[in-house]
């Protein structure tokens, strides 16, 4: 056993001022167990009074070696610990990873399957907005809209709980397609969300919107120039309030996401209020989207009929010989990729969120990354923070809305 | 491919000798370690590749010559373009210069290679672990670093194993 070293300060001295070495400046540990970081972000931070002079996060509390773990499994079985990275967003983990191996072996994905995948895509971007909003107005203060959020988000875990199982983690997106196909009833549970929300959001907007107690605390808070957003790589959201119209839904459509009428919206000011308005905005286009999906999902099969690839449904094992052999091979050995690689991105509601994979033949990848958001969000913070108060660190940690899962995969 | 990355390749492979591959439709372009940082100067400034999607590396173990690649995802926001750069690394004491002055968000994305594939990055301004506890031992993406398992407890065996499991225990 080596023996155990204390961090010492000496390390960190290139990130904080000459004035935290006299005793000018306080040094203050911030999280990992704190309400306010949405998870486990620990931030140490370098104050005079109540100035935020240097704040540098510290991320790793939530590594699971997701990645290392893909490349022990088979492409098919790795699929499912892609929900369990961005938790707020594991429909749209299971697209990407699916629309990745669906380039790297070059896999058709049926009309339906494909319309479905962009419908569950969208309400999980509104839960994810929803959770968001929720939890950025708490830490401002504001309780009632927690509840009013969670409360909306749950029809939407209702509607993923009846085509997945589960309300969260349900790997339903599955290479070639969808595990199986919507039930009977999707069609009215979804129909009646349409009818709810737009309301529901004029209220969440009632009561922060003009709010002039909200306005104080994200007005002019860390503002983020277009230049500084695309030099340090932030996107979603937050890059779009800040001026820049990057949404790959439009750039670079995937799943067919050029069909549907939708605006990216956009704000100039950059502040953490911009931010708010333009993911508000996204929900309503979020909610057009879905509305224009449901109303021309076709019929059809839901998954690739590419038996080399695509296990069969189970409803044909116990007629078929070939079917059993099928399922049994996928099941165990996995279909072998080729040689190569691929990088499939996608907008999350956070952000980019790209795979890079690898083949190199077999059946497991040979790498797996995961270019995640929140990872390239967070590392603004410092530079968003500084001269802020500490209270207002609070909002910022909000508004660039991580999901610690998505940080230390 | 599309006129103006087909200009920015021809410009790579002319100037740094790069060799342009297509696989799936996306282009990426292989640049000894020593040119990266002219490389993505010449894409960023010249043929706007504005933002750095992605920055990863792979281990091809136990091949060692070369074991590693480092690659890169360049996005042009104005062009709608995307390129992918490699970087052929030796497997012995693998270090190359960081790309950070070009494009700052490398930053923790060096900082995450160094962690996981003990890459070391030249005139990087705060090469920490990043997702490891500071003390760790090894780099865990290396494909020679075991994955680690949990061994079954069986009645018949669990004082055997529980002897030897690693408890956080005093």
Known sequence: MVEKTEITLDELRHLISDRAVEGETVLLNMGPQHPSTHGVLRLLLELDGELVINCIPDVGFLHTGVEKNMEAKTYLKAAVMTDRLDYLNTVGNNLVYCLAIEKLVELEVPPRAQVVRVLLTELQRIASHLVWLGTHALDLAAMSVFLYCFREREFILDILEMCGGQRMMATYIRPGGLWRDVPGEFDPAVRQFLKILPARIDEYEAMLTKNPLFLERTRRIGVLSPENAIRWSVTGPSLRASGVNLDLRKAQPYSGYEQYDFDVPTHSDGDTYARYVVRIEEMRQSLRIVQQALDKLPNGPVRSNNRKFVPPPRSELGTSMEAVIHHFKLWTEGFPAPQGSVYVPVESPRGELGVYLEGDGGPKPLRVYWRTPSFLNLQILPLLSKGHLVADLVALIGTVDIVLGDVDR | ?170
């Open chain 2, 1 to 170: 491919m599309d006129d103006h990355l087909n200009s920015a390749v021809s410009a790579l492979t002319e100037r740094f000798g790069a060799e342009a591959s297509e696989f799936r439709g996306q282009v990426s372009l292989l640049v000894s370690a020593e040119n990266i940082v002219a490389a993505c100067q010449a894409l960023r400034d010249e043929f706007h590749f504005e933002m750095l999607s992605g920055e990863t590396a792979v281990d091809y173990w136990p091949q060692q010559e070369p074991r590693f690649h480092l690659v890169y995802q360049l996005h042009s926001l104005s062009r709608n373009l995307r390129v992918g750069l490699r970087v052929p690394l030796d497997g012995n004491a693998p270090s190359l210069p960081t790309i950070e002055g070009v494009y700052p968000a490398a930053n923790w994305h060096e900082r995450e290679i160094w962690d996981m594939f003990g890459i070391r990055f030249e005139g990087h301004s705060d090469l920490r672990r990043i997702l490891m506890p500071y003390d760790w031992e090894g780099h865990p993406l290396r494909k020679d670093y075991p994955l680690g398992y949990e061994e079954v407890q069986f009645s018949f065996n669990y004082a055997e194993i529980n002897q030897r499991k690693p408890y956080a225990k005093e």
